[in-house]
T-cell receptor
Framework: GAVVSQHPSRVICKSGTSVKIECRSL??????MFWYRQFPKQSLMLMAT?????????EQGVEKDKFLINHASLTLSTLTVTSAHPEDSSFYIC????????????FGPGTRLTVL | SQQGEEDPQALSIQEGENATMNCSYK?????LQWYRQNSGRGLVHLIL?????REKHSGRLRVTLDTSKKSSSLLITASRAADTASYFC???????????FGPGTRLSVLP
């Protein structure tokens, strides 16, 4: 299957700082990428849908000004957690859609964010 | 909003036994997929079953889908300690849309 990478895999930061997480499709172009968040012992919840060249669509309850998403190219989407607080500590996972009219989605390995 | 519900939420069995996990959903779907997640790790895709399919097999895995009841089951036969993980079902409503994940079942296989 296709490969999606995330960087960094783990990040620890101080409260109030901003953290950028990258999601890359390595061997295919992804017009759409999805960002999910997973709190400990819970399931994945969709945060936002990122489309190349347009603004992201956020799920209800997700602050767009706090979680900035940029999908500037067909292989890269970034999620920036601005002014991070301890409650933002979570596992962030992206997935990339392999093409229009397809259900093939490939998940990244996730990024563990810990805010002190 | 999450539409998948899984039961049991936690399951503990002995090695060699079969493990059955169930998933229910609320709306029509295009397909349903099962994933495994080891603690603190990413998702591992297990199996995809389309809405017009009723059963699929992959090695020790057997997945069923009952669209009339809006439910699916995952059966792991002859379980191994290495099967210990959380298992999630995820539904896709239409092509190109996001997954909606169930709450997951935490499976513990005791040696």
């Amino acid at each position: 299957g296709a490969v999606v990478s995330q960087h960094p895999s783990r990040v620890i930061c101080k409260s109030g700082t901003s953290v950028k997480i990258e999601c890359r499709s390595l061997d295919f172009q992804a017009t759409t990428m999805f960002w999910y968040r997973q709190f400990p012992k819970q399931s994945l919840m969709l945060m936002a849908t990122s489309n190349e060249g347009s603004k992201a669509t956020y799920e209800q309850g997700v602050e767009k000004d706090k979680f900035l998403i940029n999908h500037a190219s067909l292989t890269l989407s970034t999620l920036t957690v601005t002014s991070a607080h301890p409650e933002d500590s979570s596992f962030y996972i992206c997935s990339a859609l392999a093409g229009i009219g397809t259900n093939e989605q490939f998940f990244g390995p996730g990024t563990r964010l810990t805010v002190l | 909003s999450q539409q998948g519900e899984e039961d049991p939420q936690a399951l503990s069995i002995q090695e060699g036994e079969n493990a059955t996990m169930n998933c229910s959903y609320k709306t029509s779907i295009n397909n349903l997929q099962w994933y495994r997640q080891n603690s603190g790790r990413g998702l591992v895709h297990l199996i995809l079953i389309r809405s017009n399919e009723r059963e699929k097999h992959s090695g020790r895995l057997r997945v069923t889908l009952d669209t009339s009841k809006k439910s699916s089951s995952l059966l792991i036969t002859a379980s191994r300690a290495a099967d210990t993980a959380s298992y999630f079902c995820a539904t896709v409503l239409n092509y190109g849309q996001n997954f909606v994940f169930g709450p997951g079942t935490r499976l513990s296989v005791l040696p």
